[in-house]
């Protein structure tokens, strides 16, 4: 199956600057690849995704890259603000067993915190 | 509102004592999972449904068992719980498969002991 690696595993950044997570996975056949954000005693949330067909991606404050080549995939946060410390998972998603539905594998996430 | 519900929220029990979480969603879809999450493993799947009747092994499903019988309820099923079942659980679907956003329970907190 997929092996998804996630680093680093902290990260502490001052407020106002940027913050990347870089992720590798394993699996060529992988097509799509999600950030999910979870908040301290809360249910992880979809922030960004992108699929294999696409390079790069971009909402407001946050980014995601894809090199298909290399098979990693990073996170970007520009002008890091409080509401920003949280754990970020990276995913990808694999076809399973020939079907075009993939399962999704979780890197171990990474606890970004925030510094004044 | 569209969501994900799981029960109970908090559980506390022992060794051996067969439990039962259940998993519910509104959303009419195909997909879903049942994940557990320990500090530095990340979250990590436990079995996953395709569909009605259709449920397959994720990565780590020694210990626990899951029926599909409606498209809406996902229970997992722990029949003799041990103390390193002690986790987060989070159940979650999505229309059609991991190829899609993931909608997330708010997680029951299990202890085992």
């Known amino acids: 199956g997929e092996n998804v690696e996630q680093h680093p595993s902290t990260l502490s950044v001052q407020e106002g600057d940027s913050a990347v997570i870089k992720c590798t996975y394993s699996?060529?056949?992988?097509?799509?690849f999600p950030w999910y954000k979870q908040e301290l005693g809360k249910r992880p949330q979809l922030i960004i995704d992108?699929?294999?067909?696409?390079g790069e991606k971009k909402d407001q404050r946050i980014a995601v890259t894809l090199n298909k080549t290399a098979k990693h995939f990073s996170l970007h946060i520009t002008e890091t603000q409080p509401e920003d410390s949280a754990v970020y998972f990276c995913?990808?998603?694999?076809?399973?067993?020939?079907?075009?539905?993939?399962?999704?594998?979780f890197g171990r996430g990474t606890q970004l915190t925030l510094w004044p | 509102e569209a969501q994900v519900t799981q029960n109970p929220r908090y559980l506390i029990t022992v060794t051996g004592k067969k439990l039962t979480v259940t998993c519910s969603q509104n959303m009419n879809h195909e997909y879903m999972s049942w994940y557990r999450q320990d500090p530095g493993l990340g979250l990590r799947q436990i079995y996953y449904?395709?569909?009605?009747?259709?449920?397959d092994k994720g990565d780590v499903p020694e210990g626990y068992k899951v029926s599909r019988k409606e498209k809406r309820n996902f229970p997992l099923i722990l029949e003799s719980p041990s103390p390193n079942q002690t986790s987060l659980y989070f159940c979650a679907s999505s229309q059609r498969g991991g190829g899609e956003t993931q909608y997330f329970g708010p997680g029951t907190r299990l202890l085992v002991l």
């Open positions: 449904s395709m569909n009605v009747e259709v449920t």
């Open positions: 699996d060529s056949a992988s097509n799509y």
């Open positions: 992108i699929r294999s067909n696409v």
């Open positions: 995913a990808a998603s694999s076809p399973d067993r020939g079907s075009t539905l993939g399962r999704l594998y």
